[in-house]
């Protein structure tokens, strides 16, 4: 059992818990995540672990309201415990000094961002940075992220706040500036991440991004993260999950995403129905 | 034993297990086979006739002492009877399950020379499932603490073995296991109609009891490294991981919607119940026209379990004929029985897909089988211009698995085949890195329960020895 220590509202649909897990606390990289099982009923989903505390033994991880699993966690407070919590799985970020590096976070997308940017300042890069979010109040981690860069972009799709408009249009206008780019991150949802993949790959600038496939294990058995990079096949979570941003199959990759759409809808009507299912271990 | 009651014994017919009949079975998950009653179990152990030099225990890959259980077991004396098959295999009730019989213990029982062979699988379920069932296993005595430490990775039929043996022997045991629930492909590969996943838990709990300690959610590899565990404490490790990488054909639409590898199929419904969903929250999709890839033990478990989630019809579709399924027979039978459909000498080139990317077509090519290969099986060659499309919405690939490389990748010293297995001495399962051995499928490629059994009891004795004398 992991016992969930601190839970912060970031947005109405975001919040950030601090899970104790002192073994993986130890041990994870930026770039790394967990596969968490809240309960005996419950499906396996993976998360990105953004920070960790090894004094505490606990890891922070961020997450967004999405389905059943995610509003099931949402639900759950200080004090609960998860049943299983795996880790830390897949590649850390390859992290060096390339100079200026332009890290890109779209909606909670920020979250797996944020201590990407901080390792690659601690190797020495110049960080600028662009977060986005569909509306002011869904935008998170505004200070972390302006604590680690030298220049931080917000940009909200409806101009609530910030730059009126997409993330991409800002990376767009810093390589029309000429601005010095030896490096970008992209994380966000799929069509964000194709879309600063397509803004980078004629300037030939070395990107990267973060792909969230459906997982299942998270250990390279079953091939459900499959995904063709390169023309080839890769388990997102061994192999990745940050890939070269100008070789990924974004098309592909977003229609296995919705393999289980109907599915998906038939769990979360049932979890808001039926009040009786919401069983997880509470805090005492 | 007298001519005359030799042939008296040779006379009485092969006992029959009670089944759940086919039409009641495909809409369930519940153990097809009922097992022998004590009337039952006692009319076949009659039917050995108490070789001298019995064949039958060559044929067992740990060499239970068949005849002396099986006559325990004509004399009614059950519960003896299981204690002597657990002098040398821990999870009896496990291989009378899923061992392939025919083709080791029992296709040299003398008494199948002329009549079928003594149903010794069968008996040796009979045992376990009899004492486990009057909850009269007992604990064996464990010895004073050795002051040694051993780590397990992997709780497969390999590890588990490993971890009884030396337990037993005085030495402290943990066992990583990188999933939540213990038991390797016994939890998420074979399913719940074949071995019910409440005698795994009952083997888990036994190994517990005698002090094993299983530590679930761990990764080797990625939380702690094999040279960690090494400094950490632990004066040998044992890798049994299994061989855990599906392998895909390499044609086009292979990643569209609806294409599952045989591991994430069996282990969404295995591992996850997703065929209890919604009321287990991991979903699978149940499709209309169902193919399965392959013609092993894999292929079938697949194929039967997605008969059991009522689609229209569930096809296999191999590549070879029927004489050359390396599935066991009494699974290809089992699947017939429940209507499952065969297209021998058949290979997919390619999935195809609708708009969505969701897949609706597989075309295949007729195949004919030429010279044999290197494994002495003639070879299939497609025949040009064969080609033809069957409508399908879930394909399923079972054509086996390599190794998984989290292992290896961190510990650079193992040495490795082509394939990705390690590479052991045979004989200890000793592998290129001090105090590290290795068995099972990690090492064999896929291979069978019983013979990653075999490998955990060698590998076991060898840890014991290295452990005592700190000879390698
Ligand atoms: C390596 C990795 C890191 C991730 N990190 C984070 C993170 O830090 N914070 C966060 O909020 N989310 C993260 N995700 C996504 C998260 O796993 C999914 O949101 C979650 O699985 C949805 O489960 P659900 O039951 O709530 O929703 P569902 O009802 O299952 O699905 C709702 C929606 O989420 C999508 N989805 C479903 N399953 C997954 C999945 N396994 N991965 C991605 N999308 C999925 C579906 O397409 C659907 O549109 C990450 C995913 C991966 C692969
Ligand atoms: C569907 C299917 C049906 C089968 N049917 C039969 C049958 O009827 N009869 C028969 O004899 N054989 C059968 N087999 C084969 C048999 O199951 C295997 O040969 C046997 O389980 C191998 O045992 P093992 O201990 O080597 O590994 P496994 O059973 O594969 O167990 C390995 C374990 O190690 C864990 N692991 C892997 N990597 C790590 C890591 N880095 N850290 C921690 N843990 C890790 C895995 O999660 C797994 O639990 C079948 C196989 C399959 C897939
Ligand atoms: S363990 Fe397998 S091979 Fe050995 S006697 Fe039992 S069924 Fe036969
Ligand atoms: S070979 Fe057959 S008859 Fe002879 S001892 Fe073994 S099981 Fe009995
Ligand atoms: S999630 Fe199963 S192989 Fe990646």
Redesign the pocket.
Known sequence: MYEITEKVELSHTVYLFRIRAPRIAMKRKAGQ?VVLRLNEHG?R????I?DSDTGEGTIT????E??????LLCEMGKGDRILDVVGPL?SPTHIENYGTAVCVGGG?GT??VYPIARALREAGNRIISIIGARTKNLLILEEEMRSVSEELFITTDDGSYGHHGFVTQVLQNLINERRKIDFVIGIGPIPMMKAVSNVTRPHNIHTMV??????VDGTGMCGA?RVTVGGEMKF?CVDG?EFNGHEVDFDELIRR??S??KE?KI??EEFTYHEGKRCYERGA | MDPKEIKERMKIPRQKMPEQNPKERVRNFYEVPHGYTPELAMEEAKRCIQCKKPLCVGGCPVNIDIPWFIRLVAEGKFIEAARKIKETNALPAICGRVCPQEDQCEKVCVVGKKHEPVAIGRLERFVADYERERGEVSIPHIPKWTGKKVAVVGSGPAGLTVAGDLVKKGHKVTVFEALHTPGGVLVYGIPEFRLPKKIVEAEVDYLRRMGVEIVCNAVIGKLETIDELLSNGYDAVFIGTGAGLPYFMNIPGENLVGVYSANEYLTRINLMRAYEFPEYDTPVLRGRRVVVVGGGNTAMDAARTALRLCPENVTIIYRRSREEMPARIEEIHHGEEEGLEFKFLTNPVRFIGDSEGRLKAVECIRMELGEPDESGRRRPVPVKGSEFCIEVDVAIIAIGNGANPLIPRTTPELKLNRWGNIIVDQDTGKTSKKGVFAGGDIVRGGATVILAMGDGRRASEAIHTYLTTGEW
């Open positions: 995540f499906e989903i993976p998360l990105t953004v991880i961020i997450v967004q999405v389905g059943k699993t995610t509003a897949g909670i979250a797996p973060s792909l969230n496939p459906i997982m993260c997102v999950p995403n919705r289980y759409l998906e769990a979360m």
